[in-house]
Nanobody, 121 residues
């Protein structure tokens, strides 16, 4: 079994920056996509950004130009660099990986437990 662990969350003032990281407890055989989602209490988890190792990078409209996703297929790590943060960016941020842990199992989806980002003055 693979666990994803997020780090880098915290309290930041509006306009500030944070760098979220996601690391896997062990390496994947291969990764299709690495993504970040966020969730505010009482609301559904929403998509933030996705890195497709065989396709384009996608961002939700509200973070375009402010957030940057990057990742390493070999190291099984992902980073979400967030700048010009706004109060509406507040939430628990979750790392998501769609990948194969060996070449003998099907593609599966993995989630981390989340890291809290609070943007407030």
């Amino acid at each position: 079994q693979v666990e994803l662990v997020e780090s880098g969350g915290g309290l930041v003032q509006p306009g500030g920056s944070l760098r979220l990281s996601c690391a896997a407890s062990k390496g994947f055989h291969s990764i299709a996509t690495m993504s970040w989602y966020r969730q505010v209490p009482g609301k559904q988890r929403e998509f933030v950004a996705m890195l497709d190792f065989h396709g384009p990078i996608n961002y939700t409209e509200s973070v375009k130009g402010r957030f940057t996703i990057s990742g390493d297929n070999v190291q099984s790590t992902s980073v979400l660099q967030m700048t010009s943060l706004k109060p509406e960016d507040t939430g628990v941020y979750y790392c998501n990986v769609n990948g194969w842990i060996t070449d003998r199992v099907p593609l599966r989806t993995y989630w981390g437990k989340g890291t809290l980002v609070a943007v407030s003055s």
